[in-house]
């Protein structure tokens, strides 16, 4: 029986559904409209980086425009819907994920041997700051520096600082809250009731959740799109082959294809409806934002090359003389297509938002047909649409002015500054 075949553009719709990207700042943020958005897409990326805002508030912003980040705070730390843990990155996952991610800490406190000799040697250590926090409370890596009668503190900063990262990855400790973005932790039953008596999933069982995840998130996917979404644990290739071919065998999974794509796509087979309706849009998307740079839809970047003919570098590791489009680049998502990149920088104390240089993919800026599914983009909409997102973006950073400086290419600038006079 041959696969079904599906053209690229239906894989990238598919993938915005599920990113939450069909029709961006839309719909204003709610309780339930985050914890879905977190467990459609298995975790929301943090960063420390600050130069527009941190990542996770940027990542919601992008689909749900201004929001009171207080709530949101609350929502993430107090509720008991979210807890912090390594899924991509460290991310917020939603704590219906909790039994999976429970074998995960199991299994890195068994099976992650680079910890053996520290352990050993930092026994003392692991078990103090285990009680110390068990018994007054959250605390931060800093609270440990604080003086004894002597002058001396209990230990140096690296012990404690991996004693706390190891109890948090084990799951004896999650972030409870974080202050300056610094992490403050505390016991995991104790911050998140639904840990209370939740047991992990069998090894099996985790692996096949894995991939289902993953599969969900992104619609359908190759198997290194798989191993680059939810990266970890590490070196899980091995149990991720076997959970694939037991969720076809299952006929949970199906193998698929996409056109003018080399190898075997894969996809749930609850998604295949879905993918046929997907490929039946006009658009794979509606509307304009910008995306933080750990944005779930950019974790895998080869990945985004082979769905939208996007080529994307996370600039602010090149040394300044050798970047191309800027420190902090937001790619700029419109009608379902990655238009551009943004540098962008918010000055809080002068309340400016400051686009420091826009640049455009060649194929927008000469009104041609769009590398990844043949539609030809109105360049004027997508001016006043990304004048919009700027006007959005500066409301929710708390800029009162939007400052655009360079264009490339330079002959769209007077047009993007008229959409942004024509919105302030």
């Given amino acids: 029986m041959p696969v079904p075949t599906f053209p690229v553009r239906a894989a990238a719709a598919l993938f915005l559904e ?19 958005f977190a467990e459609d897409t298995g975790g929301i990326q943090l960063d420390s980086v600050n130069v527009v805002d941190r990542a996770h508030y940027l990542a919601v912003w992008s689909r749900f425009g201004p929001y009171d980040r207080r709530a949101f705070d609350r929502l993430v730390h107090r509720h008991g ?39 050993q040697k930092n026994a003392r250590v692991l078990k103090r700051v285990r009680e110390t926090i068990a018994a007054n409370g959250p605390m931060s890596g800093g609270d440990f520096d604080s003086k004894r009668p002597g002058g001396k503190g209990w230990w140096s900063w690296s012990p404690v600082h991996h004693a706390l990262h190891h109890l948090w990855m084990t799951g004896a400790l999650t972030v409870a809250s974080r202050k300056h973005f610094a992490k ?25 959740w894995h991939v289902t995840q993953s599969l969900h998130a992104m619609g359908a996917a190759t198997e290194k799109d798989l191993g680059w979404y939810l990266s970890f644990p590490r070196s899980f290739r091995t149990q991720r082959i076997a959970a694939i071919r037991d969720l076809i065998a299952r006929g949970d999974v199906a193998e698929t294809a996409v056109e003018g794509q ?16 997907a490929a039946r849009l006009s658009a794979p998307s509606r509307g304009t934002t910008l995306l933080t740079p750990f944005d779930s839809l950019l974790w895998h970047r080869e990945r985004v090359q082979r769905l939208f003919g996007f080529e994307y570098k996370i600039e602010l590791y090149t040394p300044g003389d050798s970047r191309v489009h800027g420190y902090y680049t937001l790619p700029v998502l419109h009608e379902g297509e990655l238009i551009g990149r943004i540098d962008a920088k918010t000055h ?16 927008f800026a000469k009104r041609a047909v769009s590398p990844s599914g043949g539609i030809r983009l109105d360049v004027d909409q997508a001016m ?3 004048a919009d997102s700027f006007a959005s973006l500066a409301t929710f950073v708390g800029a009162e002015t939007v400052k655009l400086d360079r264009v490339t290419p330079a002959k769209l600038k007077p ?3 008229r959409k942004l006079r024509e919105k302030a």
């Fill in 18 to 36: 599920r990113q939450h990207l069909e029709a961006p700042r839309s719909r204003p943020l709610t309780p339930a409209r985050l914890l879905r």
């Fill in 81 to 119: 819907h979210f807890f912090e843990y390594w899924a991509h990155a460290a991310c917020l996952v939603p704590v219906s994920a909790m039994p999976a991610w429970r074998r995960a800490m199991r299994d890195y406190h068994i099976k992650h041997q680079g910890w053996a000799r520290w352990l």
């Fill in 184 to 208: 403050r932790f505390d016991l995991l039953e104790r911050a998140v009731p639904a840990a209370r008596g939740c047991e992990p999933v069998s090894s099996e069982e985790f692996a096949r």
């Fill in 262 to 277: 080399p190898g075997r796509w894969l996809a749930l087979t609850r998604d295949l409806p879905a993918l046929r309706r």
């Fill in 348 to 363: 809080r104390e002068d309340r400016v938002l400051e686009v420091r240089h826009a640049s455009f993919e060649p194929w």
């Fill in 384 to 386: 006043a649409g990304l």
């Fill in 415 to 417: 047009a993007l500054a």
